[in-house]
C-alpha cells in the first residue's frame, strides 16, 4: 500500500503564496509521474500541474507563471509552490502519484482558500 500526506493548505489573502508538500510512504514501486490536482465546490476536479521521473514540467494555463511544481526523488516528496494566489485558486487540491506499473494513488486532499 502506498500512502500520500499532503500539507501546507490554508486560507491566504489574494495575492499570497502557499507551499503543498506531499509525500508517499510505503511499498513504492518507482514513480513515474507527481502531480496536483483541485476541486472547486460544484466542479470537477481539474489538473494544476504534473512532473515527470524526468522533471518535464506541464501546467494548467490558469496557473502559468504563478505556480512552480518541483520533486524530491529522494523523499519521495513533491511540492507545489502557489504564488500571486487568487481567489479562483480556492478548492481541495490533491497529489497524485503514478507508479511505473501505470497504477495511480490519491492523497487525501488539503483545502486552499483565497480570500478577497
Known amino acids: 500500500q502506498v500512502q ?3 500539507s501546507g493548505g490554508g486560507l491566504v489573502q489574494a495575492g499570497g503564496s502557499l507551499r503543498l508538500s506531499c509525500a508517499a510512504s510505503g511499498t513504492i514501486y518507482s514513480i513515474n509521474a ?4 483541485r476541486q ?3 466542479k470537477q476536479r481539474e489538473l494544476v500541474a504534473t512532473v ?3 522533471g518535464r514540467t506541464n501546467y494548467a494555463d490558469s496557473v502559468k507563471g ?3 511544481i518541483s520533486r ?3 523523499k519521495n516528496t513533491v511540492y507545489l509552490q502557489m504564488d500571486s494566489l487568487k481567489p479562483e ?3 481541495v487540491y490533491y497529489c497524485k502519484v503514478v507508479d511505473v506499473r501505470a497504477l495511480n494513488y490519491w492523497g487525501q486532499g488539503t483545502q486552499v482558500t483565497v480570500s478577497s
Do not use: C, K
Not at 34 to 37: K, L, N, S, V
Open 4 to 6: 500520500l500526506v499532503e
Open 34 to 37: 507527481m502531480g496536483w490536482y
Open 40 to 42: 472547486a465546490p460544484g
Open 52 to 54: 515527470t521521473s524526468g
Open 66 to 68: 504563478r505556480f512552480s
Open 72 to 74: 524530491d526523488n529522494n
Open 89 to 91: 485558486d480556492t478548492g
